[in-house]
């Protein structure tokens, strides 16, 4: 499915390399890509975010390892990748986070899927649910009632990462498969407000 932008283009832009360290060919965009060989290279080797947050994917069509970009320069994979539980040396399609509003960001989590078992909210970011008495590794569902989240596998914002937003899916995500392509297991340890 293609996510379009859903307000003015001139809210986001992003400027991208074939080659590390801003070299190479260069490609501005301000709406989607749903593939980066479709704009003459192969992957993405390096970016500048100038305006907005950004979703990059590993492979084209929104699939795969998902890196969530905000605002600064990335250049090199590393610099999306370097915490992740595994490195990808390739972005080749990526879009806009239409809906990160940092300040009235409000989450719902679930222990188990379908919004079933013990239930949490959040409003604020939160580098361990564990500190913060979640009694499991995995999270089973969440509710995504404003903006944009990012979960990651590991207190700390560590290891593979899922975009949650309020306005995909309707903000429900009932289902671990439901997070993303790459989506495995339920272990959220940590989980944070998307920068716009």
């Known amino acids: 499915m293609t996510h379009r932008c859903r307000r003015s283009s001139g809210l986001w832009k992003i400027v ?19 593939s980066t060989p479709e704009h003459g290279f192969s992957t993405v ?34 610099a999306w990748s370097g915490s992740n539980a595994y490195h ?6 990526f ?3 239409a809906c990160a509003d940092h300040g009235r960001s409000r989450l719902v989590l679930f222990e188990e899927e379908n919004f ?4 949490g909210e959040l409003s604020d970011d939160c580098p361990s649910l ?20 990012v979960c990651s596998q590991y207190p700390g914002y560590r290891g593979f990462q899922y975009l949650l937003e309020s306005d995909s899916r309707a903000g429900e995500y ?13 272990q959220v340890q940590s989980i944070r407000r998307v920068q716009q």
């Open 174 to 186: 009932k289902h671990v498969r439901e997070w993303g392509s790459h989506a495995q297991t339920g």
């Open 88 to 93: 990808v040396d390739r972005m080749c399609s």
């Open 95 to 97: 879009r806009p986070i």
């Open 16 to 34: 991208v390399w074939d080659e590390a360290f801003f070299q190479g060919k260069r490609h501005e965009f301000t709406t989607d890509c749903y």
């Open 116 to 119: 079933q078992g013990k239930r």
């Open 45 to 78: 080797r390096s970016c500048k975010i100038e305006s907005g947050a950004w979703a990059g994917f590993e492979h084209c069509g929104f699939q795969g390892q998902q890196f969530v970009l905000e605002r600064g320069e990335y250049p090199c994979w590393e």
């Open 130 to 149: 564990p500190a913060l008495g979640w009694g499991s590794s995995a999270v089973g569902s969440f509710l995504v009632r404003s903006g944009a989240w």
